[in-house]
């Protein structure tokens, strides 16, 4: 009767080792995650963000030109 109810998986991703560093303020991002106990989705997404937005500052200013 219940036979459709199943355990959902669990996925678990395995924390990266070596974050890659586009410049210094990435660097002291993961600096402070390590230091404070952070968690890593916020700085994951933090420099995501970070990276987005600095993309398109330099599309905006190459139309500029």
Do not use: C
């Not at 219940?2 to 996925?11: A, G, I, L, N, T």
């Not at 990266?16 to 404070?36: C, F, G, N, T």
């Amino acid at each position: 009767m219940f036979s459709w109810f199943k355990k959902k998986e669990e996925f678990y991703e395995e924390p990266q080792q070596s974050v890659p560093h586009d410049d210094e303020i990435e660097e002291a991002l993961w600096e402070m995650k390590e230091r404070y106990d952070l968690a890593t989705e916020e700085v994951q997404l933090t420099v995501a963000d970070k990276r987005k937005n600095i993309a398109h500052m330099r599309k905006a200013i190459k139309g500029l030109k």
